[in-house]
């Protein structure tokens, strides 16, 4: 009867030990998460981060850069002690969750909204508004920190 039942242990132990090769298995890497965009392309929506990545490195080498720098949160945030110099700053562009090209009848400005997600979903974010003249060049930029959403 002991014998059987040391056989019996033996095989549950068996069954339920992890194998070698699942625990040699390096997890998979995650995937970034793919940028939502709405009335542009993938190609547009990077050009445009691009853009806005070229004039913080301006902004950084205190280039001479002519485009209104504005930001804002809610009263009670602290964010609302930082200069609009030192957010664009620091603005994570690499953490862009999406690209919006926005309605316009204006034939000389072209607004776009970008959603940048700096501590990732359901966070705190920054709601942006980039505004392009007539020739591509950034006219202002505008940026909200605030809540997401609800959902």
């Known amino acids: 009867m002991t014998f059987s039942r040391s056989i019996l242990i033996a095989a549950s132990a068996l069954l339920l030990a992890p ?3 699942t625990l040699a298995q390096p997890a998979p890497p995650q995937a970034a998460p793919q940028m939502q965009l709405r009335g542009l392309t993938d190609d547009e929506a990077k050009a445009l981060i691009a853009k806005v990545a ?3 490195a301006k902004v950084k080498k205190q280039d001479q850069v002519f485009f209104e720098l504005l930001s804002g949160a809610p009263a009670s945030y602290p964010m609302t ?3 609009p110099r030192d957010t664009f700053l620091r603005l994570p562009l690499a953490k862009t969750f999406s690209v919006e090209r926005k309605a316009t009848d204006n034939k000389l400005w072209q607004p776009y909204r970008i959603v940048v997600l700096p501590d990732g979903p359901g966070k705190l974010l920054w709601d942006v508004e980039v505004v392009l003249g007539i020739n591509g060049q950034i006219e202002r930029i505008e940026m ?3 809540p ?3 959902f």
Do not use: S
Request: hydrophobic letters at 45%.
């Open 19 to 21: 194998a070698p090769a």
């Open 54 to 56: 070229d004039a913080q």
């Open 81 to 83: 002690r930082v200069a």
């Open 144 to 146: 909200l920190y605030r």
């Open 148 to 150: 997401p959403a609800p």
